[in-house]
Nanobody
């Protein structure tokens, strides 16, 4: 299984970007998907996640970022609006999934995509 993140780049404050993550390979079912980020010198932090029955969004991005999921395509997105310099980080997609009916739930990470917000 591989998670491929895309959509990062450089944008001015107030701008928007849309990140995408696609899961490929032997994916039987995906329970949880999400986005995390890691700024230089800081620990990785949760940005937003979707489980089977709830959506969690970090307070720091609430009202500006929206997470969405396309179950049919095993893809998910992070729409980021009103970006601020403090949103600058490497963004990682994450999924907890099963590769077969009998397999355990396992966490996978994408390779990270850099988002830079600067004037």
């Amino acid at each position: 299984v591989q998670l491929q993140a895309s959509g990062g780049g450089s944008v001015q404050p107030g701008g928007s970007l849309r990140l995408s993550c696609a899961a490929s390979g032997s994916v039987f079912s995906i329970k949880t998907i999400g986005w995390y980020r890691q700024a230089p010198g800081k620990e990785r932090e949760l940005v937003a996640t979707i489980t089977s029955d709830s959506t969690t969004v970090a307070d720091s991005v609430k009202g500006r970022f929206t997470i969405s999921r396309d179950n049919a395509k095993n893809t998910w997105h992070l729409q980021m609006n009103s970006l601020k310099p403090e949103d600058t980080a490497v963004y990682y997609c994450n999924a907890a999934l099963r590769i077969s009916f009998f397999s355990q739930l396992t966490a996978y990470w994408g390779q990270g995509t850099l988002v830079t917000v600067s004037s």
